[in-house]
């Protein structure tokens, strides 16, 4: 069974920053993107950040210029270091991976809160 697990969130304040970090447990061979989405109760999942396996990134508009995605094949980690982070940028955070057969799979989330 696949499991994705994401660590580092937590409460900071306006203006600072955080880094999320996300594993899974399927080998780097079979991945096609890892990716961060982050909810809002009452809204739909948004996607935050996505790198493919070759290095590709793309941002979500809420993320340009602030939030950078990284990954390490070794470890087949995946990171989100976010930068002067706002009060709306607080949501659960979700990890995600999509493999080379179509499969995807997900963490169980993170909470960031952006708080003075």
């Known amino acids: 069974q696949v499991q994705v697990a994401e660590s580092g969130g937590g409460l900071v304040q306006p203006g600072g920053s955080l880094l999320l970090s996300c594993v899974a447990n399927i080998s780097f061979s079979t991945v096609n993107t890892m990716a961060w989405y982050r909810q809002v109760p009452g809204k739909q999942r948004e996607l935050v950040a996505q790198i493919t396996r070759y290095g590709v990134q793309t941002y979500g508009d809420s993320a340009k210029g602030r939030f950078t995605i990284s990954k390490n094949n070794v470890k087949n980690m995946v990171y989100l270091h976010m930068n002067n982070l706002k009060p709306d940028d607080t949501a659960v955070y979700y990890c995600?991976?999509?493999?080379?057969?179509?499969?995807?799979?997900w963490g169980q989330g993170t909470q960031v809160t952006v708080s003075s």
């Open positions: 995600n991976y999509f493999d080379i057969m179509s499969m995807t799979y």
